[in-house]
């Protein structure tokens, strides 16, 4: 018997992952939930290849608190690891047990059955299914993957690509959103945000939204206010007149937007040692240094956050679009002081998700207007403007670089140090609830500060920040910065982006301080075969080393996500004009044994091309007290014309073990991006974003440098 | 209490049926489609003419529900997503873009099926660059874009196809 995986190990029973349901349908509940990436597709292909039954006889269920197993937060990219990988175990097991029982009942072995698509035959004629014998097969039973899963060679769907189990409906107009959720009786909720992240509600007449027609309830609760009203509209006038008639007390308690590296490295901070490889040594003939920044990002989701919410006889009953169904309700039931048993949350589809964003939060605020009007749902939905300035954003970094260099221009040494806030402060993980208006109410609770997740798990700021080289010594610092003036938690690859921008920019440099080929240089530097093979497969696709166009330059960057994830590389074209275009991107990915190729391909180049938009344009806007709350026209993403070409290679490797592919290819598709300028202008631009500005200030620098 | 304005009828054509529902007299269109008629399909994503997520057609033309008053469209025809398979049959735009695979979470797609059906209908050869023109209007954040310019020029060459077979 093999040891159990995680997942398995902390939800055993064999029933809470599926049922067999008469008519032929096996019912798979997974405590991952779909995002938009395609999860549940995957995860549908894992349990048919075990079960040996047709895709479309799985019906993957949405995680509800109570029914579905606890499996913490859909990210990471760790589903298919996770969620996969107890699915295979647990179907291999219940094959084998619904083979046992009709074994019992013809009294003959189970290896003398045939299975076809969950009927199950008898050499002599006889036969029951699934369908008829598979829930008491397994009714009670422990899983103790005691049965192996398929060996590669025997898969006939996990590998191979489908279409995505959702999108049909999608296209059609079928699916539903959690927007669209429209409970009987179900009243709107609004909340009027303050007007900066510090201001505490000094006073407020609530008289003229109490006096509107359709109004049911005002709400304060501190500085916490809302309305509860007959419809949308009606709320969101309702707020209006809030907004006018509220007066706050605000700080100016944020750093100054332009400085933010002068603000990082300044502030208190805890500081641990990632990487610590430094004794001896020869002396460095010379050595390079260079310093690089992100701004704040924010999730910038097309749909904003919403959730509905109901109370009935002390219990909350709440849909949601959050990650993590059991997370949200463990904080809920610390704001309400209530048992967690008294909650239920559900999951229901919302918009892409790409990290902690305010989804959790908007629960909050639906539960807290909802207990204005006991027994009727409330949806609170977001305005585009809270959706940008009030989700977690991700958190802004500094990254310095140094490499001691001995005659040859080799690396002897290398030091690295991250200066950020931690990168992730999810519900659900602490004492204190970490949704945004837990702090605003009249007895509040403490804010959250972001933490890392520990190095050897992935960590969050410190995230990639070892390079995966074979220098001789390495030594990599973290600062964690512990004032959080603007509040942040996880987005898409967390530390990985800046990181990999940084150290795969650095190591160009390095590569051109000794007029060595960039990728020549990394094929030198690289041992691991299968990171060896993403990189050369990216640059082979890209024409590495054929004639460039004037105006044009190449770049080239690659990671091994988390260090020990999917191995990611990415070839980059830019062209500069009056502004900066990135014309092509060729990438190879090697997510160890692809269950849904086309998936993977899917979700790499929605990756790339979200990364390529954080590379050249997105800076979340803020003055000393206040964040820009004006829409999309403060926070522009790349749109249809200035998405690059993408093309994606996905190395398939039906031995290894299966890994994410959502978050691999961030930091390589900004390293190449950067690489690809400083081959176009001569100029290396260290600071996100890269934007045409920052260009022509750099090379006008260099101009006079040269002077 | 102030008193509600009295809720108005608006009558129009939508998805080639005849409906009249009743709103309020400053309701956007996209409140008439979600709400009261029942077709949740066009999608609200900024309510300030910044994403296309709620774009519908108005007598063929694409249009911003989310600021357009309902009152305007009375008597007019509007289509929606739910409106682009007649008699349950996908049109050639949403075959393709399932052919393609051309989504992630699908929150935009409608809006950008909407505008492309438009293009499609005015324009059956456009370029690479035309289609991409079109869609700039609209944003995705899933970074689906090439995978939905790709099922928009794979519906036109189809659309193109068919015609060619049935003339
Ligand atoms: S919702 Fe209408 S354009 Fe965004
Ligand atoms: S597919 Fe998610 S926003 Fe476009």
């Not at chain 1, 949350?345 to 204005?372: F, K, M, S």
Request: charged share 25%; aromatic share 4%; glycine share 8%.
């Amino acid at each position: 018997m093999s040891a159990l995986p995680t997942s398995l190990a902390k939800n055993p029973r064999l029933g809470q992952w599926l049922r067999f349901r008469a008519e032929g349908v096996v019912e798979v509940r997974s405590g991952k939930v779909e995002l938009g990436q395609g999860i549940l597709t995957t995860l549908a292909q894992i349990a048919a290849e075990e079960l040996d039954v047709a895709l479309e006889r799985i019906a993957m269920v949405p995680a509800a608190t109570g029914s579905s197993p606890d499996e913490g937060v859909t990210s990471g990219s760790l589903s298919t690891q996770d969620s996969g990988t107890a699915l295979r175990f647990a179907c291999a097991e219940a094959r084998a047990l619904c083979l046992e029982a009709a074994a019992r009942r013809f009294g003959v072995s189970a290896a003398s059955l045939r299975l076809a698509d969950g009927d199950i035959h008898a050499a002599d004629g006889r036969r029951t299914s699934y369908w008829e014998i598979g829930d008491a097969a397994i009714e009670g039973r422990d899983a103790t993957a005691s049965i192996a899963p398929k060996a590669a060679d025997a898969r006939r769907i996990a590998g191979r690509s489908v279409p995505r189990t959702d999108l049909a409906d999608k296209v059609l107009g079928h699916a539903r959103f959690i927007h669209d959720l429209a409970l009987p009786g179900m009243l709107h909720g609004r909340v009027l945000r303050p007007p900066s992240p510090g201001a505490t509600l000094a006073s407020l007449d609530e008289s003229a939204a109490q006096s509107l027609a359709g109004v049911a309830a005002v709400v304060r609760d501190g500085s916490f206010v809302g309305v509860v009203a007959r419809s949308e509209a009606i709320a969101s006038a309702a707020i209006e007149r809030l907004r006018a008639a509220a007066r706050w007390n605000e700080l100016a308690a944020l750093p100054d937007a332009s400085r933010l590296d002068e603000w990082l490295r300044s502030a208190p901070r805890e500081t641990t040692v990632v990487a610590d490889r430094t004794a001896g040594g020869p002396r460095p003939a010379r050595t390079l240094k260079a310093s690089f920044t992100r701004p704040y990002l924010a999730h910038a989701s097309v749909a904003p956050s919403c959730a509905i919410a109901r109370w009935e006889d002390g219990a909350l009953h709440v849909h949601t679009h959050a990650q993590g169904i059991y997370n949200l309700r463990a904080d809920l039931a610390i704001v309400f002081a209530m048992p967690a048993e008294r909650i239920v949350v559900e999951h229901v589809q919302g918009a892409g998700c790409y990290g902690h964003n305010g989804a959790d939060d908007v629960a909050l605020d639906a539960a807290l207007l909802a207990r204005a009007v006991d027994g009727q749902p409330v949806r609170v939905q977001w305005t585009r403007a809270d959706e940008l300035a009030w989700s977690p954003f991700g958190p802004a970094m500094a990254i310095d670089l140094e490499a001691d260099l001995d005659d040859a221009g080799e690396v002897l040494a290398w030091r690295g140090a991250t200066w950020s806030n931690g990168h992730t402060m999810r519900p659900g993980r602490a004492k204190i609830p970490t949704l945004l208006a837990a702090s605003q109410l009249a007895t509040p609770f403490e804010r959250s500060l972001c933490v890392d997740p520990p190095f050897a798990s992935g960590g969050g700021s410190q995230r990639n920040s070892v390079p995966a080289y074979d220098f001789p010594r390495v030594r990599v610092e973290c600062h964690r910065v512990l004032e959080m003036p603007l509040r942040a938690s996880a987005l898409r690859s967390l530390g990985a982006f800046a990181n990999v921008f940084a150290i795969e920019g650095f190591v160009d440099e390095i590569a051109h301080a000794r007029g060595e080929d960039p990728l020549a240089w990394r094929l030198r530097r690289v041992s691991d075969s299968r990171a060896r093979a993403v990189i050369e497969s990216a640059a082979r696709r890209a024409g590495w080393g054929s004639a460039k166009r004037e105006g044009f330059g190449r770049g080239i960057g690659w990671a091994r996500y988390k260090g020990a994830g999917a191995y990611c590389a990415v070839a980059a074209e830019v062209e500069l004009t009056h502004e900066v275009r990135v014309r092509r991107l060729c990438i190879a990915i090697d997510v160890g044994f692809a269950v849904n190729p086309d998936g993977v391909a899917n979700q790499v180049e929605g990756g790339a091309i979200q990364a390529t938009s954080w590379t050249l344009k997105e800076a979340v806007r803020f003055d000393r007290t206040r964040v820009a709350a004006d829409g999309w026209e403060g926070y522009p993403i790349l749109t249809f014309s200035e998405v690059p070409r993408v093309e994606v290679e996905v190395l398939q490797r039906v031995d290894e073990p299966s890994v994410g592919a959502g978050e691999a290819a961030q930091g390589p598709t900004a390293a190449a991006i950067g690489n690809a300028v400083r081959d176009a202008i001569g100029v290396r631009i260290r600071d996100l974003p890269i934007t045409a500005g920052r260009i022509a200030a750099a090379a006008l620098a260099e101009e006079t440098e040269t002077a | 209490m102030t008193h509600e304005p009295p809720m108005e009828t608006v009558s129009l054509r939508v998805n080639g049926r005849d409906r009249e529902a009743r709103v309020a007299p400053d309701a956007t269109l996209i409140e008439l489609l979600r709400g009261p008629l029942e077709l949740p399909a066009t999608r609200f994503g900024c309510g300030t003419e910044r994403c296309g997520a709620c774009v519908v057609l108005m007598d063929g033309s694409p249009i911003y529900s989310c600021t357009l008053p309902a009152a305007a469209a009375a008597g007019r025809a509007v289509t929606t997503l739910e409106g682009l398979s007649e008699g349950g049959n996908a049109s050639p735009l949403q075959r393709a873009l399932i052919a393609e695979q051309a989504a992630q979470c699908g929150y935009c797609l409608s809006g950008i099926a909407m505008r492309a059906t438009a293009l499609l209908a005015r324009h059956r050869d456009p370029s690479e660059d035309e289609v991409r023109a079109a869609l700039d209007p609209h944003l995705c954040r899933c970074g689906s874009h090439n995978r939905m310019v790709r099922a928009v020029l794979r519906a036109a060459r189809e659309m193109r196809e068919s015609e060619g077979t049935s003339a």
